[in-house]
C-alpha cells in the first residue's frame, strides 16, 4: 500500500466552484500533516499544514481525521492562478532522528474561465 | 521573504562523471534536506542534515551519493558516478527543528544524465 494516496484527477472546474480534494495515509504514527501546491516543473510550495482541529486560510480549508487517515483540502471561489497539482504531504517519523516527507503523487486542478 | 536557493538550475553530464548540486538553506533552519523527483512521478526523500551529520537517508541515497556543509552557508549533494537513472529534479529544503517544522523548497536542479 502507498504510504499517502491521492487522486491523481485532474479535476476541471470552472471559476468560482468549490473543489474539493481527499487523501490517505497508510502510516498511523505520523504526526504532521500539509498541503503543498506544485506547478508545472517547479518547487512544490507550502499552501499550508493541516492540524486535527481543522483550518482555514482564505479560501483554503483544510481537515484531519486522525482515526480514518484521511486529509482533505477546501479551494472555495476557485481562481485561474489556483491551477497547480496539490501534493498531500506526510511528515513520518523513521528510524533515528530525524524527520521526511512523504508525498502523495498529487492531485492536478485545472480551472478554467 | 528569506528562500532556499540552488544552483545550476539545470545540468547535464555524462555517464559515470561526478555532480555537485549546491543549495543555500534558509539561513536560521537547522535542518537541511535533499529530495529528487523524477519526471511524472512524485517528490521522493533522500537524506535530512542536522548538526552536521546525517539525521536520516532512504533505500535511495545508496554509497554513490553524499553530502556536506563544507562552510556556514552552503550544503552540497555529490553523485559520484551518475548513472542514467540519476536524472531527475533534485530539491534542497530547510526547516527550522521539529517534527512539525515546514519545511521550504529550493527552485530545484534539473539532472540530465547522457
Known amino acids: 500500500r502507498k504510504e499517502v494516496e491521492q487522486d491523481p484527477g485532474p479535476f476541471n472546474v470552472p471559476e468560482g466552484a468549490t473543489v474539493a480534494f481527499n487523501c490517505t495515509y497508510s502510516?498511523?504514527?505520523?504526526?504532521?500533516f500539509f498541503w503543498y501546491r506544485q506547478d508545472c516543473r517547479k518547487e512544490p510550495k507550502l499552501l499550508m499544514s493541516v492540524y486535527s482541529s481543522g483550518n482555514e486560510d482564505g479560501r483554503f480549508t483544510a481537515q484531519l481525521n486522525r482515526a480514518s487517515q484521511y486529509i482533505s483540502l477546501l479551494i472555495r471561489d476557485s481562481k485561474l492562478s489556483d491551477s497547480a497539482t496539490y501534493l498531500c504531504v506526510v511528515n513520518s517519523r523513521r528510524s533515528n532522528s530525524g524527520y521526511a516527507l512523504n508525498f502523495g503523487k498529487g492531485t492536478s486542478l485545472l480551472v478554467t474561465p | 521573504e528569506p528562500e532556499v536557493t540552488q544552483t545550476p538550475s539545470h545540468q547535464v553530464t555524462q555517464m559515470g562523471q561526478e555532480v555537485i548540486l549546491r543549495c543555500v538553506p534558509i539561513?536560521?533552519?537547522?535542518?537541511f534536506y535533499w529530495y529528487r523527483q523524477i519526471l511524472g512521478q512524485k517528490v521522493e526523500f533522500l537524506v535530512s542534515?542536522?548538526?552536521?551529520?546525517?539525521?536520516?537517508k532512504s533505500e535511495i541515497f545508496d554509497d554513490q551519493f553524499s553530502v556536506e556543509r563544507p562552510d556556514g552557508s552552503n550544503f552540497t549533494l555529490k553523485i559520484r558516478s551518475t548513472k542514467l537513472e540519476d536524472s531527475a529534479m533534485y530539491f534542497c529544503a530547510s526547516s527550522h527543528p521539529g517534527q512539525g517544522s515546514e519545511q521550504y523548497f529550493g527552485p530545484g536542479t534539473r539532472l540530465t544524465v547522457t
Open positions: 502510516n498511523s504514527a505520523s504526526q504532521s
Open positions: 539561513s536560521n533552519h537547522l535542518y
Open positions: 542534515f542536522y548538526n552536521n551529520e546525517i539525521s536520516e
